[in-house]
């Protein structure tokens, strides 16, 4: 089985569960998983796991994002993108200034309210669904973050966005709102996602290029091992404490020894791994690996500060 993430640039008029279907005929393995949706007009990074790095598919799903949106003024409609139907028109009267007023209006912390068309479920129905009834249900207003938006060119009724968010964050709702502040409506005209955490664009490869790599022989050069997407410390256990290791028991912090140090992958733009929990948890944490040089999972301090406990496995008996 292959274990690692690929980073994949999805392209428009994939939905991001073809690039799985499409991964699964190249690769020849079932157990594949994506960290995100990217809507089918939407390209860009996606990150796929394979194997054992589906563990990480919600901490992957859980990272912030960066997006570049263009977003057109003085148009509602009813998915709040083009591909939609226009609900109403407007004249766009506001000037580059206000509009970027506007825009950094929205930093921090706010509360969106999901699109109808999404795929979220409301009563065990997908919201897309009830919308092609021609339907509208109430949705709960859910907490976002934008750490940035940024106007990156503007040529009113457009303007091109650079925005890097939290997880759950609809871009093309962002675009809805900007232009309900505005007074004239708004919707986004393209998406394209720069990075999804570590991942960027400029290292992600498109489905031919993985295919060809794959016929080469040579999937290892662009697919990265579980443990390096992690930039903590490396342990190793001594060989009486491998099978406590292998188990997922606490492990004496006795029975464990420095490892050689590792590095990331190059990565563009990367200055860190996967990220745990909350950005307040200081616990200490460690990736641990058995006497025999296999990767076992991610540990943390016990409360008395004399063992290591697992916080996810990664380990497979005879993998």
């Known amino acids: 089985m292959i274990n690692g993430v690929i980073n994949v640039y999805k392209e428009k008029g994939y939905t991001s569960f073809d690039v799985v279907a499409k991964l699964r005929g190249i690769l020849h393995q079932k157990k594949i998983g994506h960290t995100g949706t990217l809507d089918p007009d939407a390209e860009g990074v996606l990150p796929v796991c394979l194997g054992k790095a589906t563990r990480l598919v919600d901490m992957l799903t859980s990272e912030t994002k960066t997006y570049e949106a263009v977003l057109l003024l003085g148009v509602d409609t009813d998915t709040q993108d083009v591909s939609g139907s226009v609900l109403s028109s407007h004249p766009v009267t506001c000037t580059q200034e206000e509009l970027g007023d506007c825009l950094r209006s929205f930093a921090g912390d706010q509360l969106q309210i999901p699109p109808m068309y999404s795929a979220l479920k409301v009563h065990g129905r997908r919201l897309y669904e009830i919308a092609r009834e021609g339907k509208t249900v109430e949705r709960e207003a ?7 938006i940024k106007m990156l060119s503007c040529q009113l009724p457009k303007a091109v966005i650079r925005v890097t968010c939290s997880r759950g964050t609809y871009i093309r709702t962002l ?22 955490g570590m991942f960027c664009m400029e290292d992600a490869l498109h489905l031919d290029e993985i295919r060809q790599k794959t016929e080469d022989g040579r999937l290892g050069d662009i697919l990265i091992p579980v443990d390096q997407l992690f930039a903590i410390p490396s342990l190793e256990t001594l060989p ?45 944490k460690v990736k641990i690996f058995d006497s025999e040089g296999a990767f076992v999972g991610i540990f943390e301090r016990d409360d008395a500060g004399s063992a290591w406990k697992p916080v996810r496995m990664f380990y497979d008996p005879g993998v």
């Open 142 to 148: 859910r907490p976002v973050h934008f750490y940035e």
């Open 175 to 196: 675009c809805h709102d900007i232009g309900e502040r505005l007074g004239c409506g708004g919707c986004m005209e393209a998406l394209t996602r720069t990075r999804v």
């Open 240 to 284: 009486q404490a491998d099978s406590a290791a292998h188990n997922g028991n606490r492990i004496s912090a006795s029975c464990c020894r420095e490892k050689k140090a590792e590095h990331l992958p190059e990565i563009s733009g990367s200055s860190a791994g996967i990220s745990f929990g909350s950005s307040g948890d200081t616990t200490e």
